[in-house]
């Protein structure tokens, strides 16, 4: 069985309140359900958590050695610079999926830069809580 570790970045946690018309009304807490359920169905083993601190996340990655087979990140703001943040998921060497709730690519100028994407093995953007679901999907073809 697959053992994934989801990292959800900072204001993540506020999903539901902050920018429907960006993010949508699915809570976090709806979204780990989803993922829940679809991991279940594919019978892989699911950690989903979420930290608003860059150090606690990275404290994450680097414990996730040995102990995971893909990591999936929203990096939230940090993926836009946080070289720290890149620097642990190449550390480790595990296969990590980059997600996004929105379409960075379709959004301001400074969201269209991921610094974390170059060292992912690929990126899932724009489907809202599916692009997890697309995330885990993708993560049992590795």
Known sequence: MKKILIIN?????LLGIR???VYGAETLSD????????????NIDVDF??????????DRIQSARGKYDVLIINPAAFTHYS?????????VEIPTIEVH???????????NKSVIAPVC???ICG??????????HAAVLL
């Open 121 to 123: 093995v690929g990126q």
């Open 83 to 91: 070289i720290a943040i890149r620097d642990a998921v190449k550390a």
């Open 101 to 111: 709730l929105s379409n960075i690519h379709a959004r301001e100028e400074f969201r």
């Open 31 to 42: 979204i780990a359900r989803k993922v829940n359920e679809e991991a279940e169905k594919l």
């Open 9 to 13: 970045g900072p204001n993540l946690n």
């Open 19 to 21: 920018e429907k018309n």
């Open 127 to 136: 489907f809202g809580g599916n692009s997890y679901i697309a995330a885990l």
């Open 49 to 58: 958590v979420q930290s608003n601190h860059e150090g606690e996340i990275i």
